[in-house]
């Protein structure tokens, strides 16, 4: 599912993925901010306060600065700046509300990081509606968006492009390296992908070696307009649930798929995407607000959206 960035308030998700949004005539109005340096300030300071309320014991849960891509083809998104050990360079990485894996476009990661480990497991993951090849009456429907790759093991960093400092990190977190991919979230001044839901959405494959073939799992049906059709074919392997990434910072507050407190919240100050040049990255559009801070925010307090209205 891919994320629309145009959103007018702070959407909180709770355990069953409900969103609990409002009306201005309802509750407290919040002026969205036309000036892209006034909103990312906005944006670093709420961050600032929500782990401030964190580190006092106030809350439990974690804040990340969420930069604006717009997009040539496609809605606009909302990404996450994050580094691999010994890759100095951000890696734009698309937040996705329906999936909990955390992927790499690049290949080259794999021998470019540092004090990362293989681990015996293999993703493939389709994102697309089904489509058919043509001339094939018998043919099942296959996806044309999909990504396959390597599992890895190891700690990420989160940072604000402004500052170009750490905001947090994920230590330990299972990640995947793409070894072949067709894939919007690797489009322009995209490269990657990172869920914010559940763990029953970061499912693996088991390899049975590891001189294992990842390649080998998708199966192609058919080639149209250069496109791969088909779908994941992982065979006799065992399917296996790993952590989300964003369960490393998070901890228990998302463990599990029955949690009592909203999972994640999303705020993007649209106002201040409005001009945003297409392929260009906008630093500090936008919040993720995890655990506990989905519902204790600036934007968000005991269950009353503040909805956002455009001023000129």
Known sequence: MKLLSALTTLIAFECQSHSICASADDHHERNLLINQADAAQRVNDAVKLAMASVDSGDVNGTALPLNYVAISEGPQQLTVALRLPGVDRDLNILVDTGSSSLAFCDGSLAEE?????????????????????????????????????????????????NSDVEVASMDDAYFTIMSKQQFYACDGPLDG???????????????????????????????????????????????????PPIDQELGESIKTGNNENAAFGLYCDYAATIGSKVDTVVPSLGIYFGGDLAMNNTFYNSGSPQVCIVTQ
């Open 113 to 161: 990081a540092i004090n990362i480990t293989k681990k015996d497991y293999a993703q493939c993951a389709s994102y697309s509606e089904p489509v058919s090849c043509p001339d094939v009456a018998s043919a099942p429907s296959f996806s044309n968006v999909f990504f396959m790759g390597q599992v890895f093991q190891g700690s990420i960093a989160a940072y604000d492009i």
């Open 193 to 243: 992908i990172i869920g914010v839901a559940y763990a029953a959405l970061n499912n693996v494959q088991e390899l049975p070696s590891s001189d294992f073939n990842v390649s080998s799992m998708w199966n192609q049906s058919c080639v149209v307009d250069g496109e791969s059709r088909g779908s994941c074919d992982v065979g006799d392997t065992t399917t296996v649930d790993l952590p």
